[in-house]
């Protein structure tokens, strides 16, 4: 099993915003770009890119979803110069959510919107290990506010073994804070606090009961990607909780988190320059909602 890939929506600025985040931290590259004809949206550019070890993936797909801060990714930084260098080269044109300060969990940490709208955490670690530059880090509001912990058991064991029974990576779970009394709206010990890991990839979350006009959707979506007809069928099966969602490898899950069930072989399937193979694969999924990766292949191969 790969690593999950954080899918990023854009109007048409993917490869921009790609090339811009790549600039901010060493080792950094993009890695491939595949233009698709004939999808809904028109041509959509597939960017994938790796920033710190981690891969993304960006599409510019039209202007149908935006970023919002239920998502973000902590950037965890060793000195608080490497935090106020990537806050300096983050925020023009962007949008501050928490500025840049001294708090009590860090002693150099700021939350802002980018100038593409994707939502930052830069905190300082102080003398901590930083097994994982950026970790993604999803805030449960609305009607799953108080649902945080729930959901990271939930994802944990979903993702704990492979179909098969072998198991596929390390998970866990640990709430590292929670709410107290007297701290309205937030109920008393839901999660102020906590990270888990699937596949040895760590993930952070909270809860948040303050009102906020946003929540969960499409703009930011984890790629899941599957050896097998079997891992796609069992991702699937227990994933998705909204048979609306469900197209061309998306699903929601009861949470209203985006998942995408994908074949590991994606990438090859719609990749190189052949491309009557790529326009066929790509009327071929177009039609799918669970990805077929058998019929994948015989598009591919005509």
């Known amino acids: 099993m790969q690593k999950l890939t954080p899918h990023l929506w854009f109007d ?3 490869r921009e915003a790609a090339e811009f ?4 931290f060493p080792g950094s590259r993009i890695s491939n770009v595949t233009m698709l004809s004939g999808t809904p949206s028109g041509d959509c550019e597939f960017v994938s890119f790796e920033l ?4 993304f993936m960006a599409i510019s797909a039209g202007p149908l979803f935006k970023f919002n801060p239920s998502v973000s990714f902590h950037i965890n930084c060793r000195t608080k110069e490497e935090v106020d260098a990537i806050w300096e080269h983050l925020a023009p044109g962007g949008k501050v959510l928490m500025p840049l300060d001294t708090y ?7 939350w802002l919107e980018d100038r593409y709208g994707l939502s930052w955490q ?4 102080g003398g901590r290990d930083v097994r994982q530059k950026l970790t993604p880090a999803l805030m449960f509001v609305g009607n799953v506010c108080g649902k945080a912990e729930e959901a990271i058991n939930f994802y944990v064991s979903v993702f704990k073994n492979a179909p098969d029974g072998r198991n596929i990576g390390e998970t866990k779970t640990d709430v590292l804070a929670r709410y107290g009394n007297r701290e309205e709206p937030d109920k008393e010990g839901t999660v102020r606090y906590a990270h888990f890991s699937i596949f040895g990839q760590e993930f952070r979350a909270m809860d948040s009961a303050h009102e906020h006009n946003f929540a969960f959707n499409e703009a930011i979506s984890f790629i899941v990607p599957c050896d097998t007809q079997e891992e796609i069928d069992y991702f699937w099966g227990k994933l998705s909780a909204d048979p609306k969602a469900e ?6 899950d009861k949470y209203g988190l985006s998942w995408q069930i994908t074949p590991a072989a994606m990438q090859e399937l719609l990749g190189g ?3 009557k193979r790529i326009e066929r694969v790509t009327q071929a999924l177009l039609k799918m909602k669970k990805f077929d990766i058998a019929a994948l292949r015989r598009a591919a191969a005509g």
């Open 21 to 24: 985040y790549v600039s901010l």
């Open 122 to 125: 830069v905190i300082h670690v």
């Open 12 to 14: 048409r600025q993917a």
């Open 104 to 110: 009590p969990f860090s002693a150099r940490y700021g």
């Open 52 to 55: 710190a070890g981690l891969p």
């Open 247 to 252: 197209q061309c490898g998306w699903l929601k």
């Open 273 to 275: 320059s052949d491309k």
